[in-house]
C-alpha cells in the first residue's frame, strides 16, 4: 500500500511543482476556458471559489428559467459547503450550470 501512496504523491508533486492545489487548479481551469470566480475576505482568504464549464454557461444563457440549487453540509477537508447549481432545459434535462465552495450559508455569501 505504502507503494501507491508513494507514487502517487510522486505524480502529485510532478504534476503541480511548486504551485499549491489551489493555484494549479486555477491555471488548469483557466487554461480549459472555465469561467472562474473566487471572493475573498479582509484577510485575503478565498470565502467562495465558483467553477462553471462554458457550454454550461450558454446552456444557462439559453435556458435560464429554472434553477435548482443543491449543497452538502461541510463534508470536504475544510469543512466549506459544496454547492451545486442545476438548470432545467425544456425537454425537463437537467444540466449543471457549477459548482462553488462556500465558507458559510448565510444569505450574503449567497449575493
Known amino acids: 500500500m505504502d507503494h501507491v501512496y508513494n507514487e502517487t504523491a510522486k505524480i502529485r508533486r510532478e504534476r503541480l511543482g511548486d504551485l499549491s492545489p489551489m493555484q494549479w487548479t486555477f491555471i488548469e481551469a ?3 476556458g472555465y469561467f472562474i470566480g473566487v ?3 479582509e484577510d485575503r482568504r478565498v470565502t467562495r471559489l465558483f467553477l462553471s464549464h462554458p457550454e454550461s454557461i450558454k446552456m444557462l444563457s439559453a435556458w435560464y428559467f429554472v434553477i435548482l440549487i443543491d449543497s452538502t453540509y461541510k463534508t470536504n477537508k475544510y469543512k466549506q459547503p459544496l454547492v451545486q447549481l442545476i438548470g432545467v432545459n425544456p425537454v ?3 444540466f449543471n450550470i457549477g459548482f ?4 458559510d450559508e448565510t444569505k450574503e455569501t449567497y449575493a
Open 92 to 94: 425537463k434535462k437537467n
Open 100 to 103: 462553488t465552495l462556500v465558507s
Open 30 to 32: 483557466g487554461r480549459l
Open 39 to 41: 471572493g475573498f475576505d
